[in-house]
């Protein structure tokens, strides 16, 4: 591969994560739920790495502004539009995969 500068690496990864949060933002149909239990991160994990970047860089973001970034609209307006409850098998699933702190 070619030797990127810091710039273009730092612009590549940042078009990469605008096409994952727009790819997530179409696809509604997925629960968090199944993300966490095939990936081991959601929406919610995205935002939340997105505000402490944000943190360590200076800039101050909320919890719902972090959110709002990642599902275009606020997380309670998303959450009435698209969150089903989770079934039995996916909250099994996600007991037995859930990250370890």
Same mark, same amino acid.
């Given at each position: 591969? %070619?030797?990127?500068?810091? =710039?273009?690496? %730092?612009?590549?990864?940042?078009? @990469?994560?605008?096409?994952? &949060?727009? $790819?997530?933002?179409?696809?509604?149909? /997925?629960? #968090?739920?199944?993300?966490?239990?095939?990936?081991?991160?959601?929406?919610?994990?995205?935002? #939340?790495? *997105?505000?402490?970047?944000? =943190?360590?860089?200076? &800039?101050? &973001?909320?919890?719902?502004?972090?959110?709002?970034? &990642? *599902?275009?609209?606020? *997380?309670?307006?998303? +959450? #009435?539009? $698209?969150? +089903? =409850? @989770?079934?039995? /098998?996916?909250?099994?699933?996600?007991?037995?995969? +859930?990250? $370890? +702190?």
């Amino acid at each position: 591969m %070619t030797a990127l500068s810091r =710039e273009q690496q %730092t612009e590549f990864e940042a078009a @990469a994560f605008r096409r994952l &949060v727009a $790819h997530l933002r179409d696809r509604s149909d /997925v629960q #968090n739920i199944d993300l966490m239990n095939l990936a081991g991160f959601c929406r919610n994990c995205l935002s #939340n790495w *997105y505000r402490e970047a944000a =943190e360590a860089g200076g &800039v101050p &973001v909320s919890r719902d502004e972090s959110r709002e970034m &990642v *599902y275009g609209m606020p *997380y309670e307006d998303w +959450k #009435n539009l $698209h969150q +089903k =409850e @989770a079934s039995p /098998v996916q909250k099994g699933a996600f007991e037995l995969n +859930k990250p $370890h +702190k």
